[in-house]
T-cell receptor
Framework: GNSVTQMEGPVTLSEEAFLTINCTYT??????LFWYVQYPGEGLQLLLK?????DKGSNKGFEATYRKETTSFHLEKGSVQVSDSAVYFC??????????FGTGTRLQVFP | GAGVSQSPRYKVAKRGQDVALRCDPI?????LFWYQQALGQGPEFLTY????????KSGLPSDRFFAERPEGSVSTLKIQRTQQEDSAVYLC??????????????FGSGTRLTVV
């Protein structure tokens, strides 16, 4: 079945460091891929998405490219801020409408 | 409303008690989803409605779990005879349209259920 694997956290970085959170997936067909973010005490928010191979999703300085050849959708940001501290979830949507989530990666950014 | 509203925000239930969790989706959103998020885990799919029709309930963990959306708007997730393993955050999400579109899902803030 469909599944998402993402790197375990926590990821601890200093402000302005470069961020990568790895995400790989297993799916039949051509899924849509998403990154969601969950700030402390808040609900899940869509960060970015990509619906076909080679698409790049971007938002708030974060980027992720849909790589079908490596079945990956790694999240990157060139310079993180303290306010980026949150839990990040990679997810896919396949032929059904339901989202399949990874286990989440906690990012902690220190000044 | 402007977002997906869930109530109550927190619920403490004694083992064996029945609970009902409510979700008010964004007005006009056709699709509605329930997810269960255990501590430190990603959300797990429970069930999906398109309008009032429950199209997929494959994620409901047992027959103690029941969901309904009788008028295609508000949805209720009911858990009968709660067990400690039911303790989790229950998330509701809604979406404008159905399959093969580029609309994202809007999630509510969730109901944190603690069974003692």
């Amino acid at each position: 079945g469909n599944s998402v694997t993402q790197m375990e956290g926590p990821v601890t970085l200093s402000e302005e460091a470069f961020l990568t959170i790895n995400c790989t997936y297993t799916a039949t067909g051509y899924p849509s891929l998403f990154w969601y973010v969950q700030y402390p005490g808040e609900g899940l928010q869509l960060l970015l998405k990509a619906t076909k191979a080679d698409d790049k999703g971007s938002n708030k300085g974060f980027e992720a490219t849909y790589r079908k050849e490596t079945t990956s959708f790694h999240l990157e940001k060139g310079s993180v801020q303290v306010s980026d501290s949150a839990v990040y979830f990679c997810a896919l949507r396949g032929v059904t409408d339901k989202l399949i989530f990874g286990t989440g990666t906690r990012l902690q950014v220190f000044p | 409303g402007a977002g997906v509203s869930q109530s109550p925000r927190y619920k403490v239930a004694k083992r064996g008690q029945d609970v009902a969790l409510r979700c008010d989706p964004i007005s006009g959103h056709v699709s509605l989803f329930w997810y269960q998020q255990a501590l430190g885990q990603g959300p797990e799919f429970l069930t999906y409605f398109q309008n009032e029709a429950q199209l997929d309930k494959s994620g409901l963990p047992s027959d103690r779990f029941f969901a309904e959306r009788p008028e295609g708007s508000v949805s209720t997730l009911k858990i009968q005879r709660t067990q400690q393993e039911d303790s989790a955050v229950y998330l509701c999400a809604s979406s404008k349209r159905q399959r093969r579109d580029n609309y994202g899902y809007t999630f509510g803030s969730g109901t944190r259920l603690t069974v003692v």
